[in-house]
Every structure is written in structure tokens, then in C-alpha cells.
């Protein structure tokens, strides 16, 4: 089979708490069931892979996202006919953030986002800061870190990734969190995610073969060091 191709936006803006480790997670993952795999990194200005099998962003502080906002805009008609025909997205933090319609500050300037998911994001002066764990209908349980002030309202053409306690997701108030639309997925779970939620990390490559109208059966794995690490992450006070 052709390498599973995995498309890394802006790794050196967008690594925060360790985000660019997804990419290694996936990476490591198909490795370890000899599938081919190509990891190419798109910083800004670089060309946009149209041929992208899985699009991973991370999080970043607000400068850095303000770095890369300008560029991350002018890929919106490309990202949109990317997930429109059905490439799998795993997008963090302020990458799910300009995902949406629109990010409103907390002193009220609009930044619009790419529309890509029906979701509308404001700054708040609260924080939502901790370990937290999120149950899924697709892949179980999800573990992870946030910490963010923008909360994230979604609209009717999304579905929430899960659900999580009171306090702590997209708002901290309807018990969402994430964001779904097709084959693009929005979390603020950062952490890195896919290191402590291996289910998780297997769905985003079992669409990314079915779109591609390959066998989506996985070798299985030894996850039990994952599942132990998600464990400990859960007990730990937020």
C-alpha cells in the first residue's frame, strides 16, 4: 500500500504540551504494524498536501497562533474541500479553535475562523485548566490536559467528540467536549492525547484506510503502558 500520509501543520508554533506527539504516536503505531507512513510538516507559507490521509494541528499560546492566524486563513478553501471530501482531521486547542466560524477575545475583537466546523469560540477571563478524562461513543474513554480560556459553543452541524464532568471541556457548562463533523475531529485535549487514549489514536487511522478503500483491520497493539499512564492521569487532582 501507498505510505499513510500525515500532514503536521505549523509543528513549531503549535506544540504546546506536547501536541507534536500525536504525530509520533500515529507515526509509531502503523511502524510497529509495518504500514508505510510519511510524516511532512507544513509551516507557514509551505505548500498544503491535497493527498493528506490524516491533518494534525496542536495547540499554542496566543502569540503564536497570532503568528500563524494570517496563513492558517488563506488555507481556508482548502482545508474546507479537504474535509469535505472526508480527510481525517485531529485538530487541538487553538487549531480546533480556528477550525470554527469565529474567535472572539475577551475584549471583543473577532478573529474569523475557517468554517470548517460549526463551532463559535469566546474568551472568557476563567481558565479550564487539568487533567480530564472524556467518554466517547467511537473510542472509549479519552485522557488528556486542558488549559484554555476560549470556550467553544457548538452549532447543529457538529455532534460533541463526548461527554465530561461538569466544569471542565469545551465550556465548562452543557458537559461537552470536542467537536465532530465527519471525519474532522476537534478536542481540547492536549497531553499528548493519542498517548494515553490508544483506541483513539487506531479510530483516526482506521477512517483515514477506509477513505482510502483499504482493509481497516489493525494488528493489535500491547496498550497496557498507555491504559496504565491514562490511569494515573485520571487520579491525579485536577
Same mark, same amino acid.
Given at each position: 500500500?501507498?505510505?499513510?500520509?500525515?500532514?503536521?501543520?505549523?509543528?513549531? +508554533?503549535?506544540?504546546?504540551?506536547?501536541?507534536?506527539?500525536?504525530?509520533?504516536?500515529?507515526?509509531?503505531?502503523?511502524?510497529?504494524?509495518?504500514?508505510?507512513?510519511?510524516?511532512?510538516?507544513? &509551516?507557514?507559507?509551505?505548500?498544503?498536501?491535497?493527498?493528506?490521509?490524516?491533518?494534525?494541528?496542536?495547540?499554542?499560546?496566543?502569540?503564536?497562533?497570532?503568528?500563524?492566524?494570517?496563513?492558517?486563513?488563506?488555507?481556508?478553501? $482548502?482545508?474546507?474541500?479537504?474535509?469535505?471530501?472526508?480527510?481525517?482531521?485531529?485538530?487541538?486547542?487553538?487549531?480546533?479553535?480556528?477550525?470554527?466560524?469565529?474567535?472572539?477575545?475577551? $475584549?471583543?475583537?473577532?478573529? $474569523?475562523?475557517?468554517?470548517?466546523?460549526?463551532?463559535?469560540?469566546?474568551?472568557?477571563?476563567?481558565?479550564?485548566?487539568?487533567?480530564?478524562?472524556? $467518554?466517547?461513543?467511537?473510542?472509549?474513554?479519552?485522557?488528556?490536559?486542558?488549559?484554555?480560556?476560549?470556550?467553544?459553543?457548538?452549532?447543529?452541524?457538529?455532534?460533541?467528540?463526548?461527554?465530561? &464532568?461538569?466544569?471542565?471541556?469545551?465550556?465548562?457548562?452543557?458537559?461537552?467536549?470536542?467537536?465532530?463533523?465527519?471525519?474532522?475531529?476537534?478536542?481540547?485535549?492536549?497531553?499528548?492525547?493519542?498517548?494515553?487514549?490508544?483506541?483513539?489514536?487506531?479510530?483516526?487511522?482506521?477512517?483515514?484506510?477506509?477513505?482510502?478503500?483499504?482493509?481497516?483491520?489493525? +494488528?493489535?497493539?500491547?496498550?497496557?503502558?498507555?491504559?496504565?499512564?491514562?490511569?494515573?492521569?485520571?487520579?491525579?487532582?485536577?
Amino acid at each position: 500500500m501507498n505510505p499513510l500520509k500525515l500532514v503536521h501543520l505549523y509543528p513549531r +508554533e503549535m506544540n504546546i504540551y506536547g501536541d507534536t506527539g500525536n504525530v509520533l504516536v500515529l507515526r509509531k503505531r502503523l511502524e510497529w504494524r509495518r504500514l508505510p507512513v510519511e510524516v511532512v510538516p507544513v &509551516q507557514v507559507g509551505d505548500p498544503l498536501p491535497t493527498d493528506a490521509d490524516i491533518v494534525l494541528g496542536g495547540g499554542g499560546q496566543d502569540a503564536a497562533q497570532g503568528d500563524i492566524g494570517a496563513d492558517f486563513a488563506a488555507r481556508g478553501a $482548502e482545508l474546507r474541500a479537504m474535509a469535505d471530501d472526508g480527510v481525517v482531521f485531529l485538530a487541538i486547542c487553538g487549531t480546533y479553535q480556528m477550525l470554527g466560524h469565529e474567535f472572539v477575545t475577551l $475584549e471583543g475583537r473577532r478573529i $474569523e475562523g475557517v468554517g470548517v466546523l460549526d463551532v463559535v469560540t469566546h474568551g472568557r477571563p476563567e481558565r479550564l485548566i487539568g487533567n480530564n478524562s472524556v $467518554e466517547t461513543p467511537d473510542a472509549g474513554r479519552l485522557v488528556g490536559y486542558e488549559n484554555h480560556s476560549g470556550l467553544t459553543t457548538l452549532g447543529s452541524g457538529v455532534r460533541p467528540l463526548g461527554t465530561t &464532568q461538569p466544569g471542565r471541556g469545551n465550556n465548562g457548562k452543557d458537559g461537552t467536549e470536542g467537536a465532530v463533523r465527519d471525519n474532522v475531529i476537534g478536542t481540547y485535549l492536549h497531553g499528548p492525547v493519542l498517548a494515553k487514549s490508544p483506541r483513539f489514536a487506531d479510530d483516526l487511522v482506521r477512517r483515514a484506510l477506509r477513505r482510502r478503500g483499504e482493509a481497516d483491520e489493525l +494488528e493489535p497493539l500491547d496498550d497496557s503502558l498507555p491504559e496504565l499512564a491514562a490511569r494515573v492521569a485520571v487520579a491525579r487532582p485536577r
